[in-house]
């Protein structure tokens, strides 16, 4: 093949022709990939500091679970359900199940033995308690009994001072002395009367004791001198009293007719007697055993 003198560049040779080469007519063609949508700048730098920090991360996953995540937590709540399912079944009281008609006749022989105890303690304790009530009741009558004995022997003993009815009565001498005989028949027949204090000269309180004599032709109680007229309290019934000592021939009748002394008698409804006498200590005497 030749060339125009024109073109200076050398002809190109022909190409032969492979006839044999297959073309592949069938093969689809590519298909073209889909960009995703754009992100405006303000999600995109949400998404990229959420993606950095662990915190993000967990957020992210909690406000946009995925599906295996979804599932799992499914999972998890039925599996709690279960077990608090499971821990209420152990609760109810399943001892018995399963136990031979043997074993529950001994555990109910035991439980009514047990039953049978506790009934007899709760009697015992029961009359336990009321021993106690009666022994309370009886120590308290006791009491009241032994303080109203000692308030009694405090009188008797003339310890304390005393108020009542009574009598007072006034022995003047006249021309003669009065006999001591005289006035402890007077005192004697007021004793049986039933006075319960008595008291000379508002000085000298009679008691059990007590006792008169005569130093240098004067009367002397309990080593206290008495001089007329002789005022003599007493403590009791006044009309018994009264009679006790106005009986024909008594102790009255005697000091008016046998010595000449007046003799005034009066029936109060209050006699004070203020006198107290102090109670020496035993020296000899001890109470006995027991009491």
Same mark, same amino acid.
């Given at each position: 093949m +030749?060339?125009t003198?024109?073109?200076?560049?050398p002809?190109?040779? =022909?190409?032969?022709?492979?006839?044999e080469?297959? !073309?592949d007519?069938e093969?689809?063609?590519?298909e073209?990939?889909?960009?995703?949508?754009?992100m +405006?700048a303000? %999600?995109?730098e949400?998404?990229?500091?959420?993606?950095?920090?662990p915190?993000?991360?967990?957020?992210?996953?909690?406000?946009r679970?995925?599906?295996?995540?979804?599932?799992?937590g499914?999972? &998890?709540a039925?599996?709690g359900f279960a077990?608090?399912?499971?821990v /209420?079944?152990?609760?109810?009281d399943?001892? $018995?199940?399963?136990? /031979?008609q043997?074993?529950?006749?001994?555990?109910?022989?035991g439980?009514?033995g047990t039953?049978?105890?506790? /009934? #007899?303690?709760? %009697?015992q304790?029961?009359q336990?308690r009321r =021993?106690l009530?009666?022994d309370t009741?009886?120590r308290?009558?006791?009491?009241?009994q032994?303080e109203n004995r000692?308030? *009694?022997?405090?009188i008797?003993a003339g310890?304390?001072?005393?108020t009542?009815?009574?009598?007072?009565i006034?022995?003047?001498? *006249?021309?003669d #002395?009065?006999?001591?005989d005289s006035?402890? =028949?007077?005192?004697?027949?007021?004793? *049986?009367?039933?006075?319960?204090? &008595?008291?000379f000269?508002?000085?000298?309180?009679?008691?059990?004791?007590s +006792?008169?004599?005569?130093?240098?032709d004067?009367i002397?109680l309990?080593?206290?001198p008495l /001089? +007329?007229p $002789?005022v003599?309290k007493? !403590?009791g019934?006044?009309?018994?009293?009264h009679?006790g000592? *106005?009986?024909?021939?008594g102790?009255?009748?005697?000091?008016?007719?046998?010595?000449?002394a007046?003799?005034?008698?009066?029936?109060?409804e209050s !006699?004070d007697?203020?006198?107290?006498? =102090?109670?020496?200590?035993?020296?000899f005497?001890?109470p006995?055993e027991?009491?």
């Amino acid at each position: 093949m +030749s060339s125009t003198p024109d073109d200076p560049r050398p002809a190109a040779p =022909d190409e032969p022709v492979d006839s044999e080469k297959p !073309v592949d007519s069938e093969q689809p063609p590519a298909e073209p990939e889909v960009a995703p949508p754009p992100m +405006s700048a303000e %999600a995109d730098e949400t998404a990229k500091s959420d993606s950095v920090t662990p915190l993000g991360r967990i957020k992210h996953s909690i406000m946009r679970p995925s599906r295996s995540q979804a599932v799992v937590g499914v999972l &998890m709540a039925v599996l709690g359900f279960a077990a608090v399912t499971q821990v /209420r079944s152990n609760d109810v009281d399943t001892t $018995y199940e399963g136990r /031979r008609q043997e074993d529950l006749i001994e555990i109910f022989n035991g439980l009514t033995g047990t039953s049978d105890r506790a /009934r #007899r303690d709760i %009697a015992q304790l029961e009359q336990t308690r009321r =021993d106690l009530q009666v022994d309370t009741s009886a120590r308290r009558t006791a009491i009241e009994q032994a303080e109203n004995r000692l308030e *009694t022997l405090n009188i008797l003993a003339g310890l304390v001072p005393v108020t009542g009815p009574g009598l007072r009565i006034t022995v003047t001498e *006249t021309s003669d #002395r009065v006999s001591v005989d005289s006035l402890l =028949d007077m005192v004697q027949e007021l004793r *049986t009367a039933g006075a319960e204090a &008595m008291e000379f000269n508002r000085s000298v309180r009679l008691v059990a004791s007590s +006792s008169f004599s005569v130093i240098d032709d004067v009367i002397h109680l309990d080593g206290q001198p008495l /001089r +007329s007229p $002789y005022v003599l309290k007493v !403590v009791g019934d006044a009309s018994t009293l009264h009679s006790g000592v *106005t009986f024909p021939s008594g102790p009255v009748s005697n000091l008016r007719n046998k010595e000449g002394a007046e003799v005034a008698i009066e029936e109060l409804e209050s !006699v004070d007697i203020e006198s107290v006498r =102090d109670l020496p200590p035993a020296e000899f005497a001890e109470p006995a055993e027991g009491q």
